[in-house]
């Protein structure tokens, strides 16, 4: 799955034109690496958000499809 789905899919972002432009603009990073919006996304791997001041890790559990907003916070465990 595409790292800007991704985001949107799991809620760490809430849309994923906003997900899309954080990548563009290089600040996710994939396994300590920028990452593309069209980085595919795979368990394991570890994404760093900053936005602003606010860094944020988190590690990837579950990659799906679809996911309610219920399931959304067991797609990913915050480092």
């Given amino acids: 799955m595409r790292l800007d789905k991704y985001l949107k899919v799991s809620r760490i972002i809430k849309r994923r034109s906003v997900a899309n432009d954080a990548c563009d603009a290089g600040k996710v990073e994939v396994n300590g690496k920028i990452a593309r ?5 795979k368990v394991g791997d570890e994404i760093k958000i900053t936005l602003g001041t606010n860094v944020k890790s988190y590690r990837v559990l579950l990659v799906t499809e679809h996911a309610l907003k219920e399931d959304a916070s067991k797609m990913f465990e915050q480092i």
């Fill in 37 to 41: 919006a069209s980085y595919d996304v």
